[in-house]
């Protein structure tokens, strides 16, 4: 099963977007989560993670205090809310799922990409 992003789009600077990822009820029970994202010509940076039950977080530096990942039990889908963006938030976003919140903020450690969406943040 692979992931499915949404809600990316186009904002200006200091605007809001939220971001979901769609799988299955089976992998979002039984997976940490997280989010990265990647600009042109750059390697995959961590964005988030959150772990299985939702009690612990972690954040990349560049978007601690902006962003806030967070797990919809019921529509099983993980979301991710981006306020204050910056046009170096800029990037094709992706989600992706591991065994725990160590091993799920590595993007190396992991496979099964989706798509991406993408956000493009204008100045």
């Known amino acids: 099963v692979q992931p499915v992003e949404s809600g990316g789009g186009l904002v200006q600077a200091g605007g809001t977007l939220r971001l979901s990822c769609a799988t299955s009820?089976?992998?979002?029970?039984?997976?940490?989560m997280a989010w990265f994202r990647q600009a042109p010509g750059k390697e995959r940076e961590f964005v988030a993670a959150?772990?299985?039950?939702?009690?612990?977080?972690i954040y990349g530096d560049s978007v601690k205090g902006r962003f806030t990942i967070s797990r919809d039990t019921i529509k099983h889908t993980l979301n991710l809310q981006m306020n204050s963006l910056k046009p170096e938030d800029t990037a094709v976003y992706y989600c992706n799922w591991g065994p725990d919140i160590a091993t799920v903020s590595n993007y190396y450690l992991l496979d099964n990409w989706g798509k991406g969406t993408l956000v493009t943040v204008s100045s």
């Open positions: 009820e089976r992998t979002f029970s039984s997976w940490a």
């Open positions: 959150i772990n299985r039950s939702g009690s612990r977080l």
